[in-house]
């Protein structure tokens, strides 16, 4: 059984440059949804997707933006970054999309710094 | 509003002292709680979850809906239970997998 993956691991940006984050779902697992982490904070939820569809989205602005692949793959894509996008982002991947007591899976996130 | 509220920041505590990690939430609906756990250089794991009504590593957490709060508590701490501890709230029947986290309580139990 093979775990979420993320890359990269770590990333240095600048102010106003576009990111793009990728996610491997954990095996069997067709349901993906992305949090950020600021520091001394709990992860807060950016959007899920499901079967390559955005099926649920946090109080983040459209500059964060997402896509789903056939293979369950997903990226996470920000424009115009800001100073404080300056977080560790995670992506979690669980078999079913709103069942309850869904198990989520997490990767080891990305940590990205805005200059 | 969903909000779940982690007054601690840290509790420290020796080895083999009970341990009561606090946790209230605030939700309109019926909700999930959960306690998700990060031991040092590991990933985000789920501990466990108030429908399975579980005990896992010793841990147990009971949700009471009056006083709308699900600690974390077990009766004798592990150094190996050193973690940081997150609370987590789900409304159910959303229809997806969005959960609300509170700030986290990072347990040091020394020995």
């Known amino acids: 059984e093979t775990g979420v993956t993320q890359s990269p691991t770590h990333l240095i940006k600048t102010r106003g440059q576009q990111v793009t984050l990728r996610c491997s779902s954990q095996?069997?697992?067709?349901?993906v949804s992305w949090y950020q982490q600021a520091l001394g904070q709990g992860p807060q939820f950016i959007f899920q997707y499901y079967r390559e569809e955005e099926n649920g989205r946090g109080n983040f602005p459209p500059r964060f933006s997402g896509l789903q692949f056939p293979n369950y793959s997903s990226e996470l894509n920000v424009n115009a970054l800001e100073l404080d996008d300056s977080a560790l982002y995670l992506c979690a991947s669980s078999l079913k999309a709103g069942a309850t007591n869904e198990k989520l899976f997490f990767g080891s996130g990305t940590q990205l710094s805005v200059l | 509003a969903q909000r779940v509220t982690q007054p601690e920041k840290l509790l420290s505590v020796f080895k083999g002292a009970p341990v009561e990690l606090k946790c209230n939430y605030s939700?309109?609906?019926?909700?999930?709680l959960f306690w998700y756990v990060q031991y040092s250089r590991q990933r985000l794991q789920l501990l466990l979850r108030?429908?399975s009504r579980e005990s896992i590593k010793g841990f147990t957490a009971d949700l009471n809906k009056g006083e709308t709060s699900f600690h974390l508590k077990k009766p004798f701490a592990q150094e190996e239970d050193s973690a940081m501890y997150y609370c987590a709230l789900r409304g159910l029947n959303t229809g997806f997998q969005k959960l609300v986290f509170g700030t986290g309580t990072r347990l040091l139990v020394s020995p």
């Open positions: 939700y309109s609906g019926s909700p999930e």
């Open positions: 095996s069997g697992h067709n349901t």
């Open positions: 108030h429908i």
